[in-house]
């Protein structure tokens, strides 16, 4: 079956780094989309890897391993505004999105 | 500003009474998709249409149906049928190109609970 999986929440401290992580199992493989979604809001768009390495825009960066079905989310220099969820989704060879259930991150001073 | 809107963002539902969802978008995208979102879950695909006049069943459309007769224009229907239909519902749309360039962008999403 197909799977994404992920933390359920994570916490950290404003201005420090966190990564937060995903595997995945798809039938065919098209690439890993990383989205964010404040509390009762529309998901927006952060990063897609189609190719293994790290993808930086900014504060964040993504990176892919699809030898091992794993990519990452790297959040530097963290901002209160960062509390959030992050929606880890693969994308099957039919280009079919599986989403994961996301994860928490909860950001203290 | 391009985007998606849905309406209404918030909607409460008697049992055994359907309510329609409104998703209009002004990006000139072919694609539209309905999701629906509950607490410890991943997204889950109830319809999506990638051309108007046509759409197919996501992985829970039961209890639900949907019309693609505008291409900015994609309703969604919970009908009395759907067991358990509380929940955060959202719209999206993209472009059609088979590739990662399929970003899919979200409406603010519409809140329905059950009484």
């Known amino acids: 079956g197909q799977n994404i999986d992920q933390p359920t929440e994570m916490t950290a401290t404003e201005g420090a780094i966190v990564q937060i992580n995903c595997t995945y199992q798809?039938?065919?493989?098209?690439?890993l989309f990383w989205y964010q979604q404040h509390a009762g809001e529309a998901p927006t768009f952060l990063s897609y890897?189609?190719l293994d390495g790290l993808e930086e825009k900014g504060r964040f960066s993504s990176f892919l391993s699809r030898s091992k079905g794993y990519s990452y989310l790297l959040l530097k220099e963290l901002q209160m505004k960062d509390s959030a969820s992050y929606l880890c989704?693969?994308?099957?060879?039919?280009?079919?999105?599986?989403w994961g259930a996301g994860t928490k991150l909860i950001i203290k001073p | 500003d391009g985007g998606i809107t849905q309406s209404p963002k918030y909607l409460f539902r008697k049992e055994g009474q359907n309510v329609t969802l409104s998703c209009e978008q002004n990006?000139?995208?072919?694609?539209m998709y309905w999701y629906r979102q509950d607490p410890g879950q991943g997204l889950r695909l109830i319809y999506y249409?990638?051309?108007?006049?046509?759409?197919q069943k996501g992985d829970i459309a039961e209890g639900y149906s949907v019309s693609r007769e505008k291409k900015e224009s994609f309703p969604l229907t919970v009908t009395s049928a759907q067991k358990n239909p509380t929940a955060f519902y959202l719209c999206?749309?993209?472009?059609?190109?088979?590739?990662?360039?399929?970003?899919?962008?979200f409406g603010a999403g519409s809140r329905l609970t059950v009484l």
């Open positions: 999206a749309s993209s472009g059609t190109g088979l590739s990662g360039a399929n970003v899919l962008t």
């Open positions: 990006l000139n995208h072919d694609a």
């Open positions: 249409s990638q051309i108007v006049n046509d759409f």
């Open positions: 798809t039938s065919g493989f098209n690439g």
């Open positions: 890897n189609v």
């Open positions: 989704a693969g994308m099957d060879s039919n280009y079919q999105l599986i």
